[in-house]
């Protein structure tokens, strides 16, 4: 059941340029959105997140863009450099029963990104 | 390196095997995660612990699954009867407690190739 849609699956762009990659989710109970990205070998290393409360979140090169209507959000790479080559992973989560942790993450399917120099 | 360690890197066993792995957490953590990712795919979570209280389990941790964490400290995978299916990297992950929405550190996962 693929309830986050991650898009495109791959992605190039030159130095410099500007990477966009999408999310759609589907569960409404959704309300907390983090982008991991994820290096050859390694574990997912959490990027930037963003709750439902705010349309958009900007922290260095890196902007979520959340539309709560259209159940949509994206992660833009402004100024993108070969060092951000890596795979993107999308991902929504809701509290836990207690309210304790957004643990739980339901991931898209990932967005391979290859900077060219 | 302070981070989440996971033990074996990698494990390859033959079909109908059984396997552990191992994780250990931030040592201030308190909530851990186990996760798994097939190849081109989002992981997926498996289970997660609070302290030593294995608080939920996803339906794709099958009877074949056991996931410990005794003493709240490090964490044990075993999967029992291993089949070509369950080949995958196993990631573990913990948080702290402070804050719902504390970040997910994760670990560099155990890759399982099941011949």
């Not at chain 2, 995660?33 to 302290?51: K, M």
Request: glycine letters at 8%.
């Amino acid at each position: 059941q693929q309830q986050v849609k991650q898009s495109p699956q791959s992605l190039i762009v030159q130095k410099g340029g500007i990477s966009i990659i999408n999310c759609a989710y589907e569960n409404t109970a959704f309300d907390y959105f983090p982008w991991y990205q994820q290096f050859p070998g390694k574990g997912p290393a959490l990027l930037i997140a963003i709750r439902p409360d705010v349309s958009e979140k900007k922290e260095g090169r890196f902007t979520i863009s959340f539309n709560k209507s259209a159940k949509q959000f994206s992660l833009h790479i402004m100024d993108s450099q070969p060092g951000d080559s890596a795979t993107y992973f999308c991902a929504a989560s809701r509290a836990n029963a207690g309210g304790t942790s957004y643990g739980k993450l339901t991931f898209g399917q990932g967005t391979i990104l290859t900077v060219h120099p | 390196d302070t981070g989440v360690s996971q033990d074996p890197r990698h494990k390859i066993t033959k079909r109908g095997q059984n396997v552990t792995f191992r994780c250990d957490p931030i040592s201030e953590h308190n909530r851990l995660y186990w996760y798994r990712q097939t190849l081109g795919q989002g992981p997926e979570f498996l289970t997660y612990f609070q302290n030593e209280a294995q608080l939920e389990k996803s339906r794709l941790l099958s009877d074949r699954f056991s996931a410990e964490r005794p003493k709240g400290s490090f964490s044990t995978l075993e999967i029992q009867r291993t089949e070509q299916g369950d080949s995958a990297m196993y990631l573990c992950a913990s948080s702290s407690s402070q804050g719902a929405n504390s970040p997910l550190h994760f670990g560099n996962g155990t890759r399982l190739t099941v011949t």
